[in-house]
Nanobody
Framework: QVQLVESGGGLVQSGGSLRLSCAASGRTFSRYSMGWFRQAPGKEREFVAAISRSGGSTIYSDSVKGRLTISRDNAKNTVFLQMNSLKYEDTAVYYC?????????????????WGPGTQVTVSS
């Protein structure tokens, strides 16, 4: 089992940047593919990005490709989401999640563990 806690959210102007972090407890972090999802008010939760167990491969949603970058540090049990060129439509609660089954899944059904989320608000 792994516990996840996100940090780094906040209020930023359109075009600005934020870096989200997700710290994981336990000694088995490298056994999990990690993902970021987000949920905007009145909308369903959507996939943002995922990274493989080794960190060697990543996948992104089309809406964030080229602007957001996922990375991980297995020695520090942490996954990151660097967010550049932020847009108003990026406003959402961002969740990190751990997937024990397969690398780089876009389906939230395969993610067994979730953090409580961190709010990102982009002003227009």
């Amino acid at each position: 089992q792994v516990q996840l806690v996100e940090s780094g959210g906040g209020l930023v102007q359109s075009g600005g940047s934020l870096r989200l972090s997700c710290a994981a407890s336990g000694r088995t972090f490298s056994r999990y593919s990690m993902g970021w999802f987000r949920q905007a008010p009145g909308k369903e939760r959507e996939f943002v990005a995922a990274i493989s167990r080794s960190g060697g491969s990543t996948i992104y949603s089309d809406s964030v490709k080229g602007r957001l970058t996922i990375s991980r540090d297995n020695a520090k049990n942490t996954v990151f989401l660097q967010m550049n060129s932020l847009k108003y439509e990026d406003t959402a609660v961002y969740y990190c999640a751990a997937n024990p089954i397969s690398d780089n899944s876009v389906s939230d059904l395969l993610y067994a563990y979730w953090g409580p989320g961190t709010q990102v608000t982009v002003s227009s």
